[in-house]
């Protein structure tokens, strides 16, 4: 399957490295906004063609497919324009700034009958996969503490007075965008969506969250999320049950699970990652598109709209 490339930067060389272990990736264009630089990343992938107008790389002939990893405010025009001309699209996480904007991915997608998915990486990896099996091993469910506190680079220029897109909200960015995301994905994914929301954020001079908090209020259960830009933790993530608590060493990155359970014993719920973790998303997103499924079973439509109406 023939990807074109939106985005070229740090998370697009990461999927290539990852996606190149499946025998049907393969690169067939790559678009920049200048020539030089779309050259020079295509240089390093050997691509041999290189777009500065959009429309005309989704009406070369050399895409069956489109991996966008633009800033996200970019993502529901450039996703909707690619599905208009019949290419499928994997779109980085967060897919979308809003529920009407997934609204309109959802609409482009059953209109012109084309796979569209997002990139959220951790849902369709062995361990999580393998995690949502087991989640009743530990009983009625009473919290999760989901949390992604990554201190960025970013912020120290931030300080010196240079501001990078990280913390640009008019390009859809932010802690909650950027990293919270990861902690409310997967809840959606195990719980649905929550009865009400409490939120909590600390916004930076640019109107940028640089850390927040939210806790989703469900029947009986509580969800504690925490995100941050502007500072660290090491603390792995963790479902209570009234069993045991399934502890997650990474939320955004799911590798080692395991469940304690009160009486002392614990069982690792941990699947071996034969690859990258962005592997198992084109794996997915492949799978979909050769059984001609406009949506992944794992990733649904619906999942990503929940999850955009909680980030809004």
């Not at 049907?24 to 050259?39: C, D, N, P, Q, W």
């Not at 970013?154 to 990861?182: H, Q, S, T, W």
Request: charged share 25%; proline share 3%; net charge negative.
């Amino acid at each position: 399957m023939r990807f074109g490339i939106i985005g070229t930067n740090w998370i697009t060389d990461r999927l290539i490295k990852a996606a190149k272990a499946h025998p049907e990736f393969s690169i067939g264009a790559v678009y920049s906004r200048t020539t030089e630089k779309g050259k020079e990343f295509a240089d390093q992938y050997g691509v041999e063609h290189v777009y500065t107008d959009m429309v005309e790389m989704f009406q070369s002939g050399t895409i069956d497919a489109v991996y966008i990893a633009s800033p996200n405010s970019f993502h529901v025009e450039q996703s909707v324009l690619a599905m208009e001309h019949g290419i499928h699209v994997l779109c980085e996480k967060p897919a979308v700034t809003s529920a009407a904007e997934m609204d309109r991915v959802i609409e482009a997608s059953q209109k012109y009958k084309v796979t569209y998915m997002e990139a959220m990486k951790s849902t369709v990896t062995p361990s999580f996969l393998n995690m949502r099996k087991n989640l009743d091993k530990i009983g009625q469910l009473r919290r999760f503490v989901f949390h992604y506190n990554q201190y960025s680079s970013r912020y120290d220029k931030y300080k010196e007075g240079i501001i990078e897109n990280a913390f640009k909200p008019e390009l859809g960015n932010g802690a909650k965008m950027d990293l919270g995301v990861y902690c409310i994905a997967p809840i959606v994914h195990l719980v649905g969506e929550p009865d009400s929301v409490l939120r909590n954020s600390y916004l930076l001079s640019t109107g940028a969250e640089g850390q927040g908090s939210m806790i989703l209020n469900y029947n009986g259960v509580e969800a504690v999320i925490m995100y941050s830009k502007i500072s660290d933790s090491y603390m792995p993530s963790e479902i209570q049950g009234e069993n045991g608590i399934i502890e997650i060493d990474r939320i955004s990155d799911p590798k080692h699970i395991v469940i304690k359970y009160r009486d002392g014993s614990t069982e690792d719920l941990s699947v071996p990652h034969e690859f990258d973790t962005m592997y198992y998303e084109v794996e997915e997103f492949i799978k979909c598109v050769n059984n001609n499924q406009l949506e992944s079973a794992i990733n649904t439509h619906e999942i990503s709209r929940k999850v955009a109406k909680l980030l809004e």
